[in-house]
């Protein structure tokens, strides 16, 4: 899937947080919506004018940050 069709950054909107494109619903929010247990069809009905391709997206567009970053461990300096 293609999420650059679906999700948008502005620095207009929601402070440039990646959202649904033409709409102010966050990637954030729909992955802690479903993080805390809400199912695609949950989401949907609590959003009708979303699809489920962009509920799709959100995820994908999340999946392609995550593993685009790098993590780096560091020992903690004396107390």
């Known amino acids: 899937m293609d999420w650059r069709v679906h999700i948008h ?4 909107v929601l402070g440039g947080k990646p959202c ?10 729909l992955v802690r919506d479903m993080a805390d247990g809400a199912s695609q069809d949950d989401i949907l009905e609590a959003y009708p004018f979303l699809t489920r391709e962009q509920v ?3 995820l994908a567009f999340a999946a392609a ?12 300096t004396g107390a």
Do not use: C, N
């Open 9 to 12: 950054q502005d620095p207009s």
């Open 20 to 29: 649904i494109r033409g709409t102010r619903i966050s990637v954030e929010l």
């Open 56 to 58: 799709h997206a959100a």
């Open 65 to 76: 940050s995550l593993s685009a970053e790098r993590v780096i461990f560091a020992e903690p």
